[in-house]
């Protein structure tokens, strides 16, 4: 399918899923927030684009354009994008980076333009578009770490993580605090249509443009080597701080050893190896998640 067929769609289950999310965290998004947003852009939708292509981040007069994927430095990553375009490092807009992109027309995202601009930021030659990977597994690790461990409790996390541990519970009110393992993670996840995952354990093939737009991808840790190009494509140094990271060791002292704890179990330990809670059945169960 085409660019020009793909921008014609009106919606599909992971655009519904997207505007449900961001139905759930506008009702708790600070009053200030909204005034500061209120007070600067026009409120923004999703809903013409959809998914992927709504929350794709471009500044045209650099011809450049940045495909966001959850958990792959997305945080990082979207506020360089901010200082490239010239907000200040300690604007608000940088506090809430992702509020004001997603619900503002800050002319930031794919959405907030014109369809026929949009096509041509997709398609037009001499433009820098990129994409950062990661290994899956690695990154379903840290989704589960940042969700449903660390932050499990976090207002803001409920609307991402009450549908799988309510599925996994068997329960239409899920128990947050005790939350599920990674086992009970892993299996929701393989037992879910990948289109209908959350965007931050979505499978990265799923999160990028359709194969006729031509983006450069980095594996997570070139990030070093993702400034250097931009640096060389803009001019300019951009600004690449750590975002919303969680910390994962890389040797484990038992492989698969803290699958089947509860996060509570979890909660004391300062940076868990992705080992520990991977072994071959998970790895099996998942195997073909990309």
Not at 175 to 188: K, M, N, P
């Amino acid at each position: 399918m085409r660019c020009r067929e793909l921008l014609l769609m009106v919606s599909d289950p992971a655009t519904q899923q997207l505007l449900d999310i961001l139905d759930g965290l506008w009702t708790q998004l600070p009053a200030e927030v909204k005034a500061y947003g209120d007070a600067r852009w026009p409120r923004g939708s999703h809903v013409a684009l959809g998914w992927p292509y709504s929350q794709i981040m471009v500044i045209p007069s650099l011809r450049l354009m940045y495909v966001p994927i959850a958990k792959n430095a997305c945080s990082t990553l979207k506020r360089m994008m901010l200082d490239l375009a010239g907000f200040p490092a300690d604007s608000a807009a940088q506090a809430h980076v992702h509020e004001c992109l997603d619900f503002y027309q800050t002319g930031l995202q794919l959405k907030d333009w014109p369809r026929e601009d949009v096509e041509r930021f997709l398609t037009e030659p001499r433009w820098f578009r990129f994409v950062v990977m990661r290994d899956p597994l690695e990154r379903l690790v840290s989704a589960y770490l940042e969700k449903f461990v660390r932050n499990r409790l976090l207002p803001g996390n409920r609307v991402h993580t009450a549908p799988v541990v309510a599925a996994m519970q068997c329960t239409d009110a899920p128990d947050l605090a005790r939350g599920i393992t990674f086992r009970q993670f892993a299996e929701y996840v393989a037992a879910t249509p990948a289109g209908l995952l959350d965007p931050h354990w979505r499978p990265q093939c799923l999160c990028v443009p359709e194969q006729d737009v031509q983006i450069v991808g980095f594996q997570i840790d070139q990030i070093d080597q993702l400034k250097s190009d931009l640096r060389a494509w803009c001019g300019c140094m951009p600004v690449v701080g750590h975002h919303n990271r969680t910390t994962i060791e890389k040797r484990a002292p038992q492989r698969g050893g803290l699958a089947d704890h509860l996060p509570k179990h979890l909660d004391p330990i300062e940076s868990i190896c992705a080992q520990a809670l991977l072994d071959s059945g998970i790895e099996h169960v998942l195997c073909g998640h990309a």
